[in-house]
C-alpha cells in the first residue's frame, strides 16, 4: 500500500512537469498563397520565424491586418505565443491554427506552461517554431 501511494505520488509530480506538443498536420493546398492574421501582442521574432519556415516551404506570405476575417483568404492562419521568465526567458506557449475557407485545416500547439521545474522548457523558440511548421505543413506547397 505505501509503495503504491509513493508511486502515485511520483506519477503526479512529474504529470505536473510537462511538456505537450500536439500536431495536427493540414492537408496539402492547391493555393500556394498563405495569409497571417498579425497578432500584435507576440513578439516580432516569432512572426519573422513564422514567414521564413512558410517561404522554407514554397508558400508566398500574405500578412492581413488583426481585424481580418478568417475568410479573407482562401488559406489563413493564425498565432499565439508567450513567454515567462523563470532563471531565464523561454518560450512557454505557441500556437499556429490554420484554416481553409474559413474552416479548421490544421493546429500546432506547444504548451510548456506546466513544466514546472522541467529543464527541457528551456528550448531555442526559433527551433520550435520551425519544428512546429515543418510538422504542421509536411509536404510544403509543392512546388
Known sequence: MKTSLVALAMAMLLSA????????????FEDKQVCIIENSSVKHGFLAVYRRALTQKGYEVRMLPASAALNE????????ANWRWDLASYMAYAEIKVYQNAKPSGEA????????????????????????????????SGR
Open 73 to 80: 483568404c482562401p488559406i489563413v492562419s493564425t498565432y499565439s
Open 17 to 28: 512537469c510537462a511538456i505537450r506538443q500536439q500536431v495536427r498536420p493540414v492537408e496539402r
Open 109 to 140: 500547439l506547444y504548451d510548456s506552461t506546466h513544466g514546472g521545474g522541467n529543464m527541457n522548457k528551456f528550448i531555442s523558440a526559433e527551433s520550435k517554431i520551425m519544428e512546429l511548421v515543418n510538422q504542421l505543413f509536411p509536404g510544403g
